[in-house]
């Protein structure tokens, strides 16, 4: 089933969800009338992060949707009707960050599905390319445990395993949907938490850390602040987050509706690390669109990428390029 197809059955998906819903609906009519409208949000940042010790120039995309997802097999389905029992709605996040390293290029995804009721994760998946070759990773959350499967190219890091889940705990890559407040701010003005911390995805890859659960404190500032980014400036709501390895991120997230996420930073020594080695990253919005984007796949359309503040990779609508057809 093709891309289209898919929409079209989250879309109808989407609407059942809200006469479902009902009261529930009418409590947070933001959160409905902003993401089950069929379309997604794309936004562009300038990004920079340190691998091998030294500084990286790249970019990020941070892609949100609601999509019918299955709680069985942790997938996007094709017909929600079908297995209702089965099927929630997940505000799903795909984070793209790309990156030179000398001569070759790291492309990395990291794909969120939270449960948009509460954005409790369901699934957090992660994949790496890079000229010396793959690693995929798969966590499954339940109420008790988190299921990992990893596959790699590298000797000695494939296989299987299960963790306990600690009540509370907030993935790292979860900061990037929760921090948000789509249903309300994660925290009040001065208000600091501290809960169970799994570094994500990225973290663990760069610095070849094992999955294990720290700590972190989660704390907001007592006042918003005006902050400077390439797509404006805005006033923000900046959040400190304190791992138990050493590293410090800050977030500043939009005060008004739809509240994006402007700008991050990590800073600090992953555990195991040099100073200021692996892994610390800065990432500035460049600019933002809300649009079916899985329709706009024809030639011409990378020109949507202006408005996120990107570039088309070379020879993307060059009529000077090579073609398929000899």
Request: glycine share 10%; net charge neutral; charged share 25%.
């Amino acid at each position: 089933m093709d891309c289209l197809t898919m929409r079209r059955a989250g879309a109808a998906f989407a609407l059942a969800s809200i006469l479902i819903a009902g009261a529930a609906a009418a409590e947070t009519p933001s959160f409905e009338r902003s993401w089950q409208d069929g379309k997604a949000e794309l936004n562009g940042y300038r990004y920079a992060v340190t691998r091998y010790g030294e500084e990286r120039g790249g970019r990020a995309v941070l892609v949100y949707v609601t999509e019918p997802f299955s709680m069985r097999r942790r997938v996007k389905v094709d017909d929600a009707s079908r297995d209702p029992a089965d099927t929630f709605e997940a505000l799903k996040l795909n984070l793209v960050r790309d990156f030179q390293t000398g001569i070759y290029d790291y492309n990395t995804m990291t794909s969120v599905f939270a449960r948009s009721s509460d954005f409790a994760p369901a699934k957090i998946s992660f994949s790496s390319a890079e000229w010396c070759g793959h690693v995929y990773e798969e966590l499954r959350f339940d109420r008790s445990a988190v299921r990992q499967t990893v596959r790699s190219y590298f000797e000695g890091e494939s296989g299987d395993w299960e963790r306990a889940a600690p009540r509370g705990g907030v993935p790292e890559d979860n900061l990037y949907i929760l921090l948000r407040g789509l249903r309300g701010a994660y925290l009040r003005p001065g208000e600091t938490r501290t809960v169970p911390f799994l570094p994500s995805s990225l973290v663990r890859r760069l610095t070849h850390r094992a999955t294990a659960w720290g700590t972190a404190t989660i704390g907001r500032a007592d006042r918003s602040e005006s902050v400077r980014v390439p797509a404006g400036t805005f006033d923000a709501i900046r959040y400190t987050v304190a791992p138990d390895d050493g590293r410090e991120g800050r977030f500043w997230i939009e005060a008004a509706h739809p509240h994006r996420l402007l700008r991050w930073t990590w800073s600090g020594a992953a555990r195991g690390t040099r100073p200021g080695g692996d892994a610390a990253e800065s990432a500035s919005l460049t600019g933002t669109l809300r649009v079916p984007y899985w329709t706009l796949h024809g030639n011409g359309d990378e020109r949507w990428l202006e408005t996120l503040g990107l570039e088309p990779l070379p020879g993307a609508g060059d009529p000077e390029a090579p073609t398929v057809t000899p």
